[in-house]
């Protein structure tokens, strides 16, 4: 039976999707989840849904997503359970992903690797298979316990239960943390008086801070 794979991309990955469908199309079944026409206002998330539930409800093998960089794509895939998505640039890392880490969905740049290195990217993850061995599935096991911890989902907006400490966000117990807090606003607040000081001396010498939106875009980011 032929592999099953999911793809998709924003319209920073569109064209890099449309060609790797192409060439990988002739190997394994690819189901193309979208953007299907180029839009260049579109969202990474829309296309790494589909793909990404497909993949954790085992309707494909794979997933592949591609957006500018990779990295939205990968940030989002992974709040999807089941799905362990990493971007690898590196044809070491796409096959080691999936032989020790179940690596299933490949995230690419198309900003970042030509169409010639994301192929043989997709190629090495879609040839590799989890070894099974009994350290990787240990490990494994680990990180699907990850999604199961309620402490994982929910910890930041909670109210600490009775008798429980409230955590600020970086799982710090809040009282042991107070000291820190104010410390740290102390140091804004010096770093305020002197931003403050420095922007009276140079007078109102404003700049683009270098947020540069282009061309194709017609000004809006994307
Ligand atoms: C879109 O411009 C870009 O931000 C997106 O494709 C992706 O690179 C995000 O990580």
Known sequence: MRLRVAIGADHGGFELKQELIRRLGQNVDVSDMGAHVYDAHDDYPDYVVPVGRSVARG????????????????VAANKIAGVRA??????YSAHQGVEHDDLNVLCLGARVVGVEVATELAV??????FTGEERHLRRLEKVKALEVQPENTDRVEREAAPGESAL????IPAEDDEGAEDEQEEADDEEDEDEEEEGEEEGED???????????????KQ
């Open 206 to 220: 404003e700049e683009d801070d270098g947020d540069i939106d282009s061309e194709e875009d017609g000004g809006r």
């Open 124 to 129: 090495a993850f879609l040839m590799a298979r």
């Open 86 to 91: 990493c971007v690898c640039h590196d044809t």
């Open 168 to 171: 600020t966000d970086e799982g």
């Open 59 to 74: 309707e494909v093998d794979r997933g592949i997503l591609i957006c500018g960089s990779g990295v939205g794509a990968c």
